[in-house]
Each structure stands twice: as C-alpha cells, then as structure tokens.
C-alpha cells in the first residue's frame, strides 16, 4: 500500500496528450516538492520532473508537470510508442520521516 | 557524466546479511552535501527508500525507520564507493535494490540511478 495513490494505468494513442495524477496528504505533497520519475522495461528510474514542476537537462517539454494542495500531475504532450513506461511520483513524508513513492502507472500508447 | 555501478551478491541466505556496493563515476562520494542513496523496489512494497549518506564536514545517515535497526551505510573514498549492508535478513528483503544520487542533502529526489541488482532471499 503505498503513501502516494496514482492509477494503475493510463492509455492514449501517438500523438495525444496524457495526464497522470499522484494524490497524497499535508505530511508529503502538501509540505513538500515532488518529483517523477519514468521507468522503461528493464531499466532503472530515470528522474522526470523535480522540484514539482522543473525538468532536468535533456527531458524534452512535452513532458510537464504541476503541484496543487496535496495533488500533483504529470501531463505528456504528443505521445510516442517510446513513452511506454510505468511513472512514479515521489517526495519527501515529515510524519514518517522518509522518501516515499506512488505504486506507479503504467503508460500504454495505444 | 555521473554513473554509478553496482555490485554484490544475488542470492542471500536467510538471516545473513545483504552487502551492496555502488562505484561512482564522474562524481565524488565525499563532495560536500551530495547526499548517496539507497532504495528498493519489490513487488508487494513498490518503491522504498532505505536511507541516504552525506558528508558535510563530517560523515551523516539518514535510514528509514523500519530498518533502523538493521541497515548501515559505509562511504569508502579511497575507492569512491558507498555500501550498504543489511543484516539478519528475511524472504521479505527480496527486491531489486538501486543506489542513487541526490545533487544536494536537502533535497529528496534522485538524480543518477544505478542500474539496480536483483536480490533473493533464500535458502
């Protein structure tokens, strides 16, 4: 049972736009930025966004995001059959004083 | 470019201890306020996040409180690696264990990640 709630799955066709969303509470999304993270089959994390809404060096800007309350969402514009992955959100919990993660959804471009 | 390569055992027997070791490349482990983590992904638990270490002027650890008691992190700047070692392990442990890089300690995203190693606990 993990601390940030995300669906399971999303699905889209190439060319269409995404959303994921990861809901959490004042202990973690609330006090805290949070980031992404895209998980292709076979490989390690690879960091999405930080800071809730910033992109690291080399994460193109179909890729966004956003940080409301104790809700955060990621957007993917212009899908590509490369996108298919399983998306995690992250942050920081100051009750249980630790990092914590949504359980993950899975991205299909149909 | 920073990358960061694991190594350790597979395979670990029941009640014995877990031994990871992540080599860094194109960073330093003892560069002031990098924090070096580990997590653990597992079917049942999803992501986990066992803990971090920095060096601050001196060497800090930050363990997540359900492993408290079992888990340590040991820096090596000789060879610039960190470890992570988790004792009296169980069947629960089994995960695919990653090491990871956060650019500042106040910060809790990672970075760099390793490329994780598979480990069963098993007799």
């Known amino acids: 049972q993990s601390v940030l709630t995300q669906p399971p799955s999303v699905s889209a066709a190439p060319g269409q736009k995404v959303t994921i969303s990861c809901s959490g509470s004042?202990?973690?999304?609330?006090?805290?930025?949070v980031s992404w993270y895209q998980q292709l089959p076979g490989t390690a994390p690879k960091l999405l966004i930080y800071?809730?809404?910033k992109r690291p060096s080399g994460i193109p800007d179909r890729f966004s995001a956003s940080k409301s309350g104790t809700s955060a969402t990621l957007g993917i514009t212009g899908l590509q059959t490369g996108d298919e992955a399983d998306y995690y959100c992250?942050?920081?919990?100051?009750?249980?004083?630790?990092?914590?993660f949504g359980g993950g959804t899975k991205l299909t471009v149909l | 470019q920073v990358q960061l390569q694991q190594s350790g055992p597979g395979l670990v027997k029941p009640s014995q201890t877990l031994s990871l070791t992540c080599a860094i490349s194109?960073?330093?482990?003892?560069?002031?306020?990098?924090?070096w983590n580990w997590i653990r992904r597992s079917p049942s638990r999803g992501f986990e996040w066992l803990g971090r270490?920095?060096?601050?002027?001196?060497?800090?650890?930050d363990y997540a409180v359900s492993l408290k008691s079992r888990i340590s992190f040991n820096p090596d700047t000789s060879r610039n690696q960190f470890s992570l070692q988790l004792n009296s392990v169980t069947p629960e442990d089994t995960a695919v264990y990653y090491c990871?890089?956060?650019?500042?300690?106040?910060?809790?995203?990672?970075?760099?990640w390793g490329e994780g190693t598979t480990v069963t606990v098993s007799s």
């Open positions: 990871a890089r956060t650019s500042h300690y106040y910060y809790y995203y990672m970075d760099v």
């Open positions: 194109g960073d330093s482990v003892s560069r002031n306020s990098v924090a």
């Open positions: 270490t920095y060096y601050k002027s001196k060497w800090y650890s």
């Open positions: 004042s202990s973690n999304i609330g006090d805290n930025y």
């Open positions: 800071e809730s809404n």
């Open positions: 992250g942050t920081w919990d100051v009750t249980l004083s630790t990092v914590v």
